[in-house]
């Protein structure tokens, strides 16, 4: 109960101009050595260094604020301060963001990067402002990948059947559908017992979150599809936001980027590091994989953005050097 209140507390005590020291809680899905861990506690120490100790910090990790969608209904009422997202449901309050979740939209990590840190990625930032929500920085998780517990997957024909967890995402759920297999979304802190009792065969996610998640205790195969390249964002409450001063409100931004660079360095030591460690853990890592048929495939789930939107995001998007 302490942590949903703090940010009604924290705007109250900033909107009488008092200068008592403000403790920020950062929830988010993943444990505490997560990357999203190292993204919280960079944007922790980076506030309270530039504070003065005015601002300090805490994590909520491992979904104890609720699963993503639920923290994010917790920004949009003030009960919550700030968190460390994907974007997979926050398409269901900034539909304009589905455009990012798009399969093999982007080339590789440059020019995910390029396309968030850019022009697109702050049109995109504006409009998660005009929903009731604050958004500080894009951060990241990385390339997802499919896990599953049955076979190993090479080719769409090996998903068949297979009931993977999705993200509650309609982008996500209708490209497995169109590659052949049985979408079944799910929050994340349901996900391990789910997978554990059988009640799904698989899920996708990227090598960080797989590792973070030890998923390799109930999933034997992983296959590196790199389906869909997963952004992360760091919100903040506009309660708490709104009753900042413009210095304060820089020192949040500030804090966001250093968290959003954190993040990038440990997707990308994970990367490296990552696929060694889940083979040495007993899964089987497949990377012969020819994404074509894949992609083909899932090429339907596009409609589900475009027709709404058109094509102007994905065609820019796909231009970005």
Do not use: C
Request: glycine share 10%; net charge negative.
């Amino acid at each position: 109960m302490k942590h949903l209140v703090t940010g009604f507390i924290a705007a109250a005590i900033l909107a009488t101009g008092a200068h008592a020291q403000q403790n920020i809680v950062v929830g988010h899905a993943l444990s505490p050595s997560s990357h999203y861990g190292v993204g919280a506690q960079a944007f922790i120490d980076t506030l309270t260094e530039l504070s003065g100790g005015t601002f300090t910090g805490e994590q909520a990790p491992a979904g104890q604020l609720g699963g993503e969608r639920d923290m994010i209904e917790g920004l949009q009422i003030g009960s919550l301060d700030l968190v460390v997202t994907s974007t997979g449901p926050l398409g269901n309050f900034v539909p304009e963001v589905f455009a990012l979740d798009l399969p093999f939209l982007f080339r590789d990590y440059d020019h995910a990067r390029a396309t968030l840190d850019g022009e697109i990625g702050q049109e995109l930032l504006a409009k998660i402002g005009e929903n009731n929500l604050v958004g500080l920085a894009w951060s990241e998780n990385g390339f997802r990948h499919v896990t599953n517990s049955q076979r190993a997957v090479r080719t769409p024909e090996d998903l068949a059947g297979l009931k993977l967890r999705t993200m509650e995402n309609k982008v996500h759920m209708t490209a497995f559908s169109g590659m052949g297999a049985s979408p079944t979304p799910m929050a994340f802190p349901e996900l391990f017992t789910a997978l554990q009792q059988g009640v799904v065969d698989g899920q996708e996610n990227p090598v960080t979150v797989i590792t973070a998640s030890k998923f390799w205790e109930v999933q034997k195969h992983v296959s590196l599809t790199g389906h869909v390249y997963s952004p992360a964002v760091v919100l903040a409450s506009p309660v708490l936001f709104d009753g900042l001063s413009d210095e304060q409100k820089g020192w949040f931004m500030e804090a966001s980027k250093a968290s959003a660079a954190a993040t990038r360095a440990e997707v990308n030591r994970l990367e490296e590091a990552g696929v060694a460690l889940l083979r040495e853990n007993g899964m089987e890592v497949i990377t012969d994989i020819d994404k074509a048929p894949f992609a083909a495939l899932a090429e339907a789930s596009y409609s589900v953005y475009t027709d709404q939107y058109g094509t102007e995001m994905v065609d820019r998007i796909k231009a970005v050097k």
